[in-house]
């Protein structure tokens, strides 16, 4: 069974720096995708950023990145420029190829600090 | 294009009533999965639906169904309600296995 773990229950970040935010998962699954989802307090979970396993390269949006290393079944979120709005719930979640049973981690609260 | 949307947003129940909540998902996606969200429990797959075809199931009770209409829109039934069935139900839709989901905004359920 695949396991999502976020050990990170809650962080802080001050305006305009930057938060690394962590996820490993355990799976033998070679083909999956991994995710990071927002949910802000409104509750509306929006897709942050996705990762295919099979692509060394690290995805990025805007000042969103991730470092992804497969050996390690390591999937941290880096978030630059940090934003106020940027404070919410960070899920981390994983996903077999084909299957359509999406696993989360327990999540990460991050508070953007002015 | 409009988003997943739910309803209701928030509904109050009695213990072993039944409930049932919709979801209509994004114009052309046909895949619709549902998760239950707790505190203690975080986010749970409950079931996704392909087509009118339930393809996935998560481990939860019999008492959780759900079923597809032929318009993608799908219902989610709670029989015999529970108060640790009091939680945030999301639904997602996506256009096939390979894309990424799109969360609706919730169903708050409360169960007395």
């Known amino acids: 069974a695949q396991t999502v773990t976020q050990s990170q229950p809650e962080m802080s970040v001050q305006e305009a720096e930057t938060v690394t935010l962590s996820c490993t998962y355990d799976?033998?699954?070679?083909?999956?995708?991994l995710f990071w989802y927002k949910q802000p307090p409104s509750r509306q979970m929006i897709l942050v950023i996705r990762?295919?396993?099979?692509?060394?390269q690290n995805a990025t949006e805007n000042r969103f990145s991730v470092n992804f290393q497969k050996a390690a079944k390591s999937f941290s979120l880096k978030i630059s420029d940090s934003q106020l709005g940027d404070t919410a719930m960070y899920f981390c979640?994983?996903?077999?190829?084909?299957?359509?049973?999406?696993?989360f981690g327990a999540g990460t609260r991050l508070t953007v600090k002015p | 294009k409009a988003g997943v949307t739910q309803t209701p947003r928030y509904l109050i129940k009695t213990r072993g009533q039944q409930v049932t909540l919709s979801c209509s998902p994004i114009?052309?996606?046909?895949?619709v999965s549902w998760y239950q969200q707790t505190p203690g429990q975080g986010l749970q797959f409950l079931f996704e639906?392909?087509?009118?075809?339930?393809?996935n199931k998560g481990n939860f009770p019999g008492r959780f169904s759900g079923r597809q209409f032929s318009n993608s829109r799908s219902e989610m039934n709670v029989s015999t309600l529970e108060l640790g069935d009091s939680a945030l139900y999301l639904c997602?839709?996506?256009?096939?296995?390979?894309?990424?989901?799109?969360f609706g905004p919730g169903t708050r359920l409360t169960v007395l």
């Open positions: 997602a839709s996506r256009k096939s296995s390979y894309n990424e989901q799109f």
């Open positions: 799976t033998s699954e070679n083909n999956y995708y």
């Open positions: 990762q295919e396993a099979y692509k060394q």
């Open positions: 979640a994983f996903m077999r190829v084909g299957n359509n049973d999406m696993r």
């Open positions: 114009s052309g996606h046909r895949s």
């Open positions: 639906y392909f087509s009118e075809t339930q393809r």
